[in-house]
């Protein structure tokens, strides 16, 4: 099993909150403070989930070529924004 931080969620367990998080913000109640809120949280979760798929595909390319891997890690930056990503913002 894979090692994460104690107070982390997983991977799945933070897909489940984004889902419902953009329930939420899609209800014609949500005051614009609770609307902030959720967005910032939205925010930290995405960058999360980002994270815990970057190593994942680190991990992946270092079984299938470690020489590559690693000189692509040594450039990466996990958290960089993507133009063709999705952002709640």
Do not use: Y
Not at 16 to 45: H, S, W, Y
Not at 65 to 86: I, L, R, S, V, W
């Amino acid at each position: 099993m894979a090692k994460q931080r104690k107070n982390s969620p997983g991977f799945e367990e933070s897909i489940a909150r984004l889902e419902e998080i953009i329930r939420l913000t899609e209800a014609p109640v949500t005051e614009l403070e609770d609307m902030i809120a959720l967005v910032e949280e939205g925010n930290k979760l995405i960058r999360h989930c980002r994270s815990i798929l970057h190593n994942a595909e680190l991990r992946i390319q270092t079984l299938s070529n470690p020489e590559t891997a690693q000189e692509e890690q040594d450039g990466a930056e996990p958290d960089a924004p993507n133009a063709n990503e999705f952002s709640l913002i």
